[in-house]
């Protein structure tokens, strides 16, 4: 069994900036899993927010490009996003899941931890 606790987030006023962190275990790992950050904002469906290898390659959706950070600990067992120059638009309960074939490997999700940023 895998669990995965989002912890890092709050309230920031728009430009400022947050650290999510996630931590992994149980029976994986986390060297060798694909990681990935999604967020879901009120009344809307859940988004890719930001993927990582286990090569450390890193993808992001275009609305965060040059502002997320996604990044990897394997000895800590965690996974980070690196938030910077928030907009009240990234307002959301982030989640981590491992990423596989495309898509979030487990269909249960954590707790998640919300991001509130005001204009």
């Known amino acids: 069994q895998v669990r995965l606790v989002e912890s890092g987030g709050g309230l920031v006023q728009a430009g400022g900036s947050l650290r999510l962190s996630c931590a992994v275990s149980g029976t994986i790992i986390l060297t060798y899993a694909d990681m990935a950050w999604y967020r879901q904002a009120p009344g809307k469906q859940r988004e890719l927010v930001a993927t990582?290898?286990?090569?450390?390659?890193?993808n992001y959706a275009d609305s965060v490009k040059g502002r997320f950070t996604i990044s990897r600990d394997n000895a800590k067992n965690t996974v980070y996003l690196q938030m910077n120059s928030l907009k009240p638009e990234d307002t959301a309960v982030y989640y981590c899941?491992?990423?596989?074939?495309?898509?979030?490997?487990?269909?249960?999700w954590g707790q998640g931890t919300p991001v509130t940023v005001s204009s």
């Open positions: 899941n491992v990423w596989s074939k495309g898509r979030a490997l487990f269909d249960t």
């Open positions: 990582i290898t286990s090569g450390l390659g890193t």
